[in-house]
């Protein structure tokens, strides 16, 4: 099946800080999502893209489709505290009933 | 607004025995999906539907089964647990036309 890289898988920064985290497929995708685990909670959507070269912002949050539609990045600006938690990329490969894959997380934790 | 949710949210079992997870979305998706959480896996599909009546396999389907009987309901049964089945089991759900799944809060297995 198609398998999503997700990197870095933890990351440890300083409160205020920006991080940059992003995901790569073996495969061409038509959509990229970013959702954010909180611990004990199921993930959220952070943002979504749909199509090459988009770039969305969500708050302090940025994520870039890449124009090789085969990666996307998810920049977190002036962190705090309360962006710990799990960053997940997902994304489908094809369009109709193809499910969502899923990177395997990357885990963010915030020195105050 | 309910959105997805799982039930139960915790549940210990003796290896063995048998259960069903149940989740149910109030948002008229016709996508419903099973995922388990393991450390260091990410989000592995189990199983997933496109349709009430309907089920397809994910990544993960070995030792599950699967009914969507119902639009809003998808149900997860473990006939026969085994300890290689403790995990946190998401269940979600995604419009036909649109790509973004919802997630439910999770179900804590322990399989001892």
């Known amino acids: 099946g198609q398998q999503l890289n997700q990197s870095p898988q933890s990351m440890f920064i300083q409160e205020g800080e920006d991080v940059s985290m992003n995901c790569t497929s073996s495969?061409?995708?038509?959509?990229w999502l970013w959702y954010k685990q909180d611990p004990g909670e199921g993930p959220v959507l952070l943002i979504a893209?749909?199509?090459?070269?988009e770039l969305t912002s969500n708050g302090r949050l940025t994520a870039q489709f890449g124009i090789t539609r085969k990666d996307s990045f998810l920049n977190i600006s002036a962190s705090i505290p309360s962006d710990v938690g799990i960053y997940f990329c997902?994304?489908?490969?094809?369009?109709?009933?193809?499910?969502?894959?899923f990177g395997k997380g990357t885990r963010l934790s915030v020195i105050a | 607004n309910a959105g997805v949710t799982q039930t139960p949210k915790f549940r210990v079992l003796k290896t063995g025995q048998s259960m069903t997870l149940l989740c149910a979305q109030d948002?008229?998706?016709?996508?419903m999906y099973w995922y388990r959480q393991d450390p260091g896996m990410g989000l592995r599909l189990i199983h997933y539907?496109?349709?009430?009546?309907?089920?397809a396999k994910g990544e993960v389907p070995d030792g599950y089964n699967v009914s969507r009987l119902k639009k809003q309901n998808f149900l997860l049964g473990l006939e026969s647990a085994a300890p290689s089945q403790t995990s946190v089991y998401f269940c979600?759900?995604?419009?036909?036309?649109?790509?973004?799944?919802?997630f439910g809060q999770g179900t804590r297995l322990t399989v001892v």
């Open positions: 539907s496109v349709g009430e009546g309907t089920t």
């Open positions: 893209l749909y199509k090459a070269g």
């Open positions: 495969s061409i995708f038509n959509t």
């Open positions: 997902a994304g489908r490969w094809n369009s109709g009933n193809t499910p969502l894959v």
């Open positions: 979600a759900s995604s419009a036909q036309t649109n790509t973004e799944a919802f």
């Open positions: 948002m008229n998706h016709e996508y």
